[in-house]
């Protein structure tokens, strides 16, 4: 563990002590804006260890009066010193780090006689913020904040790593406070964005991201951007980027790397010709090449039996039609045949018998288009061979909605769109939803039409019908979900909480067209695996849409 000797006091040119800064590079401090206000060169001292150093404001992060935002400053010495600068975190780390009343430090220099530092024992949570901008910092008893404290680094002292910058705090009469406020390290870099080539991140080398912030430094964010970007992500951003950077960092940080190869290809447009350039071929150096069309290998070239169950107006009956699909194609389709309810099952398989011919010896699936009540039926345990009693699960089953599949559908054309983006992505990255989500059909709905670049839902459970409807209205074209029902009292126990995680963990980086025989595969495992065991490939069901796959209606379908 170092000897915290980052710790340091800045003050007037003059001599007097104004706050505390902390070192982050052999020759550069951060410390508050408005502690610095009206100057540009001041003091530096690392207690017991190094006194009166010059330095320069050489960066200020907008500042100007109390309650503004971009309370930073950074400070640059005029020689290096021999200190290891202070550890940062990450800033997708801070929820985690301050869970659970987590204690941290501050080192501010007040005002006092014998002229030295105090401390104080601090807590903070990214859910007590003010204005998307401050933490609140509550002093644990017998601490206290005070003038002097600006500028000063919340670190654990655990580990040494800093979270954030005391910027301010309610002072009382005795001129102390217990409650103050906190600029956590993921605001402290929207107001110097060379921060962020010392931070942790989670994403590229180091390097690499130094070289990509060094040649979109001073470009900033246009509305010609805000298009690019909300067309990259699906949605607008909750507070819109200060430069192209801090779009940049937003696609990077929230989206995979596709999504930032596609963004950068989009930025590159807007820029002038040698940073153009330089983009293209930092590009090329760094990430992976955007997806391409559709491949061979995928589910567009599997052959399928398109099984299409219409439940007529009035009888209790169901229109039963049996489609080929062969090279993207419709191939030879059976006869349309009226059956009540009770003998679908029947009509299907021996129609299914009927029309193998086409198929076999080929790479196949089965889908069943059906009604929305029916998509969450066993089809996987219906018979390809009756009389030999040889169960469908043998090949791919998935389900479709038979909505889309009409021609004026506008489920099927919300499908379209989803379904292009999501191959455009070229993986999964599946939304969860648990067995104890409690939202309404309503807020389900609003959820789905607010974020149109989710393409694929993996629940915990059957879904119930208001949410089905609304996936089924917003076009999701990818489903996925275990008929197990969930039986726990207690949601923290809950087996179908595992069952989630495995299933979306198993879909998470596949290519949308290898979903059909990955459900094959997890059905496969869910065989061998113990009866008195969940398992998330027993009693599953797949939703797989693909709008493209579209047999002409049959002459008898009732309008």
């Known amino acids: 563990m170092d000897d915290w000797e980052w710790r340091a006091w800045v003050g007037h040119p003059a001599g007097r002590k104004l706050g505390a800064a902390f070192l982050v590079t052999p020759t550069t401090l951060v410390t508050c804006a408005h502690t610095l206000h009206g100057l540009d060169e001041a003091r530096v001292g690392f207690p017991g260890l190094l006194e009166d150093l010059p330095a320069s404001v050489v960066a200020r992060g907008g500042w100007d009066r109390a309650g503004d935002p971009g309370d930073v400053a950074v400070l640059e010495l005029h020689e290096p010193v021999p200190y290891a600068p202070a550890r940062l975190a990450g800033p997708a780390d801070l929820p985690a780090r301050t869970a659970g009343g987590h204690a941290f430090t501050a080192c501010g220099f007040p005002n006092r006689k014998d002229d030295g530092e105090r401390y104080a024992s601090v807590t903070t949570s990214p859910h007590q913020r003010m204005r998307r901008e401050w933490w609140e910092l509550r002093t644990l008893p017998g601490h206290w904040l005070e003038e002097g404290f600006s500028g000063s680094a919340v670190h654990d002292e655990a580990t040494g790593e800093v979270i954030g910058m005391v910027t301010n705090a309610e002072l009382g009469r005795d001129r102390r406070a217990s409650l103050g406020w906190m600029l956590p390290i993921s605001r402290m870099r929207l107001y110097w964005e060379e921060l962020d080539d010392l931070l942790p991140l989670g994403w590229l080398t180091s390097p690499a991201r130094r070289e990509l912030r060094t040649l979109l430094d001073g470009v900033p964010f246009t509305a010609p951007l805000a298009r690019d970007l ?120 021996t129609s299914v018998a009927r029309s193998l011919h086409a198929v076999v010896d080929r790479d196949w699936m ?105 996936a089924l209205n917003n076009g999701v074209p990818v489903m996925l979900w275990t008929r197990t029902a969930c039986d726990a009292p207690d949601h923290a126990t809950c087996r179908n909480h595992r069952l989630l995680d495995d299933l979306a963990a198993a879909v998470e980086r596949e290519h949308p067209g290898d979903l059909p025989r990955v459900a094959l595969a997890l059905r496969k495992k869910a065989l061998s695996a113990p009866h008195d065991q969940p398992h998330c490939g027993r009693d599953l069901t797949l939703l797989w849409d693909d709008p493209s796959r579209l047999p002409d209606p049959p002459l008898a379908m009732e309008v």
């Open 230 to 349: 909300g067309a990259v992500t699906g949605r607008p951003p909750v507070e819109a980027p200060r430069s192209a950077w801090d779009s940049v960092r937003l696609v990077a940080e929230g989206f995979p790397e596709d999504r930032l190869t596609r963004y950068l290809g989009t930025l590159g447009r807007h820029l002038p010709g040698p940073r153009r350039h330089h983009l293209d071929t930092w590009t090329a150096r760094h990430l992976r090449p955007a997806p391409g069309p559709p491949r061979a290998d995928t589910a567009s070239a599997l052959a399928s039996l398109i099984v299409r169950l219409e439940r007529v107006t009035f009888g209790n009956a169901f229109d039963v039609t049996v489609h080929t699909w062969i090279d993207g194609a419709e191939g030879p389709s059976q006869r349309t045949e009226r059956v009540r309810e009770r003998q679908v099952r029947t009509a299907v398989e």
């Open 366 to 470: 089965i889908e069943f288009a059906v009604p929305e009540t029916w998509l969450s039926k066993p089809f996987e345990t219906w018979h390809v061979d009756r009389v030999k009693k040889i169960a469908m699960r043998k090949y791919p089953v998935v389900v479709r909605d038979v909505d889309r599949l009409r021609p004026d559908s506008i489920r099927r054309d919300q499908a379209r769109l989803r379904w292009r983006l999501l191959y455009e992505r070229g993986r999964s990255e599946p939304q969860r939803i648990g067995c104890d989500d409690t939202r309404k059909g309503a807020e389900f709905q609003d959820w789905l039409e607010a974020n149109d670049d989710y393409c694929v839902l993996v629940y915990g459970c059957r879904p119930v019908r208001s949410r089905l409807a609304a």
